[in-house]
């Protein structure tokens, strides 16, 4: 276990709790298992640590109204963060802690397009929909159901 909790080291995985059938559909993900919500104006999706030694703990309340917990995806942090997406602009990402609170493993993927922070709300455009099929490609080799 690890229990540094100021910074995710690119060796580190890190798991997107699914939701079904709101993430995932018979095993397949869908890109809204990485789009951020607009209602909030999220700045990051949200992901655990397994690596920290509350992983297990973190788990506790979270819950989807309408959604059935189906288990985690794991992404390995050092392949998100080395993305080399481009389209008409560079997609980059960034995996950094969000400790606040009760969760102590809870950290955030957050989305750069030509240097701008990405926000759930702002219009949607090729490189967002690129963005999201990344992720979902590094998280479908890896899927656990509980």
Known sequence: MNDDLN??????????LLFSPLFICDGVLSQKAFTLDKDINETYISVLRPAISSF????DGIKKEGNILYG????????IRSCNIQFKKKIEFDVLPRNAGKRKSHAGIFTTIDNTKIKGGMPQTVERMLARMFLVKIAQKNIVQF
């Open 7 to 16: 910074i995710v080291a690119d060796n580190e995985n890190v798991a997107r």
């Open 56 to 59: 297990d703990a973190d788990f």
């Open 72 to 79: 985690y995806a794991l992404l390995n942090v050092g392949e």
